[in-house]
């Protein structure tokens, strides 16, 4: 029998692991989960952050009509709520910070007495919006979001919401009054446009066309409205132009419209209005009847005819996760359109039992 004696095996122990070797490794791996977690976590966040950016944006491209519907402007302070409570979870301040006075704003709009908003009401959210964006923006950049960086963007952006709602206030207690919508539209002011703004117009105008080429999809229809914020605040305090932008974004979000009809249409007038915002024929800017027609909500009569052809014809691909086929569904269509299939779905369930 091999036996081995207390030298043989002093000397043989040199080549076994020590515990302390064990004790580091495992340590490597939890380490190594840990900031698989967080990573996770935090592209999760960033994802999600996008989503209610978007609904933030959308919102704020016409304020003055969000306004008429409670839920839109309701939707609009769970956004930055969220993206308020996420960042405080993560540890990233500045984002939190903007967020949370976002928020405070938003509160204004959601309980207190703000009836009707004015272009500067707009023109101040999307400034906080916008830093909110570059936030996020450096953050799911190759080097991260910075704490001196987000600091100096946080301290930048301050003065403006103290401005925001010191105005909102002035609204409240109808020292200031809102624009009436059907007034004369407001000249320029000097800087209020960039002086090369057709040249800039059509910058954005080519990313939309690249947008438009691809399939139709409720992301490709985000991209645009996108664009169409973009264009949006380009105008500056341009009543016309932000006007037809607004009426080609309200087109864009029916998922009636096909691109092969929206593509040539919207990029055609939004071409030919930056020409005229450049020659100061501000004036002269409206939006055609075929756009106009694009852009009406479809009648109650008709949402449950749009609801179930936008299904059936696009054959949207639904995903396996319920929360993910939720998102796809706010995406896709209105609130018209998703009680309408809510009410087809109870049938459908009624029928087959």
């Given at each position: 029998m091999f036996c081995m004696g207390a030298s043989d095996f002093s000397k043989e122990s040199r080549f076994l692991p020590r515990r302390g070797c064990f004790l580091e490794g495992a340590e490597i791996v939890r380490r190594t989960v840990v900031s698989d977690q967080q990573d996770r976590i935090m592209r999760l966040f960033i994802e999600e952050a996008k989503e209610h950016l978007d609904t933030l944006e959308n919102g704020l491209v016409d304020l003055k009509s969000t306004m008429k519907?409670?839920?839109?402007?309701?939707?609009?302070?769970?956004?930055?709520?969220?993206?308020?409570?996420g960042a405080a979870m993560l540890g990233l301040d500045s984002i939190k910070t903007t967020a949370h006075r976002l928020e405070d704003c938003?509160?204004?709009?959601?309980?207190?007495?703000?009836?009707?908003?004015?272009?500067?009401?707009?023109?101040?959210?999307?400034?906080?919006?916008?830093?909110?964006k570059d936030l996020l923006g450096r953050l799911e950049g190759p080097f991260g979001l910075r704490n001196e960086e987000g600091e100096k963007l946080?301290?930048?952006?301050?003065?403006?919401?103290?401005q925001l709602e010191t105005h909102l206030d002035k609204l409240a207690s109808g020292k200031v009054q809102a624009a009436a919508g059907s007034g004369t539209p407001a000249a320029p002011t000097a800087g209020a446009v960039p002086a090369n703004?057709?040249?800039e117009v059509m910058t954005l105008l080519k990313e939309m066309l690249q947008v438009f080429k691809q399939k139709e999809s409720a992301a490709s229809r985000s991209e645009l409205t996108a664009v169409c914020v973009r264009?949006?605040?380009?105008?500056?305090?341009?009543?016309?132009?932000?006007?037809?932008?607004?009426?080609?974004?309200?087109?864009?979000v029916n998922p009636k419209n096909s691109y092969k009809v929206l593509a040539?249409?919207?990029?055609?007038?939004?071409?030919?209005?930056?020409?005229?915002?450049q020659v100061g024929k501000v004036k002269t800017i409206v939006p055609s009847k075929n756009l106009l027609l694009l852009a009406a909500s479809p009648k109650p009569a008709?949402?449950?005819?749009?609801?179930a052809p936008a299904a059936a014809?696009?054959?949207?691909?639904?995903?396996?996760?319920?929360?993910?086929?939720?998102?796809?569904l706010l995406k896709t269509f209105n609130k018209k359109q998703l009680s309408e299939i809510a009410k087809l779905l109870v049938n459908a369930i009624k029928s087959s039992n």
């Open positions: 519907d409670p839920e839109s402007v309701q939707e609009m302070f769970r956004a930055a709520h969220s993206v308020k409570g938003f509160k204004v709009l959601k309980d207190g007495p703000v009836k009707q908003v004015d272009q500067t009401a707009e023109s101040l959210f999307l400034k906080g919006v916008d830093t909110l946080v301290q930048q952006v301050m003065p403006v919401f103290a703004f057709a040249v264009l949006y605040k380009l105008g500056g305090k341009i009543e016309t132009w932000q006007n037809l932008v607004k009426t080609a974004r309200a087109a864009i040539p249409l919207i990029i055609k007038e939004l071409k030919e209005a930056g020409d005229l915002v008709e949402a449950s005819a749009a609801a014809s696009k054959q949207v691909a639904l995903p396996a996760e319920p929360k993910a086929v939720v998102k796809l």
